[in-house]
C-alpha cells in the first residue's frame, strides 16, 4: 500500500511505542477516573469517564464527536461555578470571564497558525459555514454562482439546496472512485459569476484528504474566495494559514475533545465579513452572549491538540494500520473505501461483503462496539451514504460500509478487542 508523510505503517518499533503510550494512559487515566472498564475478560483495562455507557464500551466513532478530555473539563470548571460572569459586564467578575475568551481565541489561533483577531466563536461548525457563505455572497450580490463537491458534509449540502431555491446555480464536483478530486475540472467550473468555493479539507465519512493547497492555488489565481471546513482535519493533521492562502475556514469544539455546542469560523482579515447573527458580542462579529465555558474549553483542547499532534499522528495511524491489516487478513470480503495514501491517521471505511450494516451495527452495540454506517448526522436516514454513492459504490456496497475512527483514548488492546469482535458478527452474519 502506498503511504506518505502522514500515513505511517505498522511496524515494530511502533509497536514498543504504543505499548509505552498505552501503559502512561492506563496510569493517567487510573488518577483521573479511579475506575476500571468492567470487562473482566480484557487483559489491559483502560479507564474511562464515568458513565456506565462508556466505560463498558470500545469506542470507535470519534469522528462523530469526542469525550471530553479531563484537563479541558477542569479548565472549564471554574467558569461553570465562581467565574461565571458575563464577558461584556465591565466589573472584575466579567473582567475575568473576557480574559478567559480572549486566551481561548489566542489558543485557537495558535492551532492554525493565524491571529486571534481572526477567530471568530460561534455554537458550531454549521453556523460557521453558514455564515462564511453569507460573507462571500452579501460582498458580492452580483455573483450568483456557488461550487462545491458532491462528497460534502450535509451542512453544506442542504445550504447549498437552500441557495439554489432562491436562484443561484452551484456546481457540484464529482469525485473518483477513491473519493479523489480533480483540479481541472474545478478550475473549468469557475466562471465570472462564481462567488464562492467550498471544500471540505478532510472527508468525515471516508477520511480522504483533498489537496487544498493546489485548491487555495486555483482560488487565488481565478480571484474567487474559498472556504474550507475543517472540522475533521483539525487536530488530526498539521494546518497553517498562514502559508494557506484561504478566506474562511470552518471549526469545531466536539471533534477536538470539547464540549458539544461551540465551533470557530476563521475569517482571514482581508476577506469579507457578514454576521449572520448581529449583536455587540465578539467585537461586533457575532450576537449573543459568549460562552464562556466551553470558549475556554475550546481554547484548551486547541492547546492540547497542537501539543500533541507530533505524537498522535503517527500512533493513530499505526492503531489503524494494525487494525485494517488484521482485519485484511482475518476475514475475506472486506474492501478499504478512499484514497489509501492521502487519508486521516485515524479513519477506516470499510465495505464487508455479504452483510447488512446497520443489522452489524446492532450486534456492534450489543457487544460494546461502538462505530457507525457513515455521517452520525445521516445515522437516521435510510438512504445509502451519498459520499458513497458519489464514489460509485452501488447501492448494496454503501449498505454493507462501516466506518470505525480512533482518537486520543484509543489503545491497541481496544484494536485487538475490536477485531475480535467484528470477526465474530461478520461471520455471523454472512452465516444467516
Known amino acids: 500500500m502506498k503511504k506518505n508523510a502522514a500515513i505511517v505503517s505498522h511496524e515494530s518499533s511502533q ?7 498505552d501503559k502512561e494512559r492506563g496510569a493517567q487515566h ?3 477516573y479511579g475506575h476500571t472498564r468492567g470487562r473482566e475478560h480484557r487483559s489491559d483495562a483502560v479507564l474511562r469517564a464515568s458513565s456506565s455507557i462508556w466505560a463498558d464500551s470500545i469506542y470507535f466513532d470519534y469522528n462523530a464527536t469526542t469525550p471530553i478530555d479531563p484537563a479541558v473539563r477542569a479548565a472549564m470548571l471554574p467558569f461553570l461555578d465562581q467565574e461565571f460572569g458575563n ?4 466589573y472584575a467578575l466579567g473582567r475575568r470571564a473576557a480574559t478567559g475568551v480572549t486566551k481561548a481565541r489566542e489558543q485557537v489561533a495558535q492551532l492554525l497558525n493565524a491571529t486571534s483577531s481572526e477567530i471568530i466563536f460561534t455554537s458550531c461548525a454549521t453556523e460557521s459555514i453558514a455564515t462564511a457563505f453569507l460573507s ?16 460534502e458534509h450535509s451542512a453544506t449540502l442542504e445550504l447549498c439546496r437552500h441557495y439554489e431555491s432562491r436562484g443561484y446555480e452551484v456546481t457540484y464536483l ?6 479523489n478530486l480533480s483540479l481541472e475540472q474545478l478550475k473549468q467550473s469557475i466562471t465570472p459569476s462564481t462567488a464562492l468555493i467550498s471544500l471540505l479539507w478532510a472527508n468525515n465519512e471516508t477520511g480522504v484528504i483533498f489537496p487544498v493547497e493546489k485548491v487555495a492555488a486555483i482560488a487565488v489565481e481565478q480571484g474567487v474566495p474559498l472556504h474550507l471546513d475543517a472540522v475533521q482535519a483539525v487536530g488530526k493533521i498539521p494546518i497553517d494559514l498562514q502559508s494557506l492562502p484561504v478566506s474562511y475556514l470552518s471549526l469545531s469544539g466536539h471533534k477536538i475533545y470539547a464540549p458539544k455546542g461551540i465551533g470557530a469560523l ?3 482579515r482581508h476577506a469579507s465579513y457578514t454576521p449572520l447573527l448581529r449583536g455587540s458580542q465578539e467585537r461586533e462579529r457575532r450576537g449573543g452572549t ?12 486547541a492547546m492540547m491538540a497542537r501539543e500533541k499532534l507530533s505524537c498522535e499522528l503517527p500512533r493513530l495511524a499505526a492503531l489503524r494500520d494494525r487494525f485494517e491489516t488484521n482485519l485484511l487478513q482475518q476475514l475475506s470480503g472486506v474492501h478499504r473505501n478512499g484514497n489509501l495514501s492521502s487519508r486521516l491517521p485515524n479513519t477506516s471505511s470499510l465495505t464487508f461483503d455479504d452483510i447488512d450494516a446497520a443489522s452489524a451495527l446492532f450486534l456492534f452495540d450489543d457487544k460494546g462496539l461502538c462505530c457507525s454506517a457513515g455521517s452520525a448526522c445521516n445515522t437516521q436516514s435510510r438512504t445509502p451514504s451519498h459520499v458513497l454513492s458519489a464514489m460509485g459504490r452501488c447501492l448494496e456496497e454503501a449498505r454493507a460500509t462501516l466506518r470505525f475512527s480512533i482518537g486520543r483514548f484509543t489503545i491497541e488492546a481496544e484494536v485487538d478487542q475490536a477485531l475480535e469482535i467484528i470477526l465474530g458478527v461478520v461471520t455471523k452474519l454472512r452465516q444467516l
Open 266 to 268: 476563521y475569517v482571514h
Open 174 to 179: 464529482p469525485v473518483d472512485r477513491d473519493g
Open 87 to 90: 464577558s461584556s459586564s465591565f
Open 15 to 21: 509497536n514498543t511505542l504504543l505499548a509505552m503510550q
Open 136 to 151: 462571500a455572497l452579501e460582498a458580492a450580490p452580483e455573483k450568483r454562482h456557488l461550487i462545491t463537491s458532491t462528497v
Open 30 to 32: 487510573r488518577s483521573v
Open 290 to 301: 459568549e460562552n464562556v465555558a466551553s470558549i475556554v474549553g475550546f481554547g484548551h483542547a
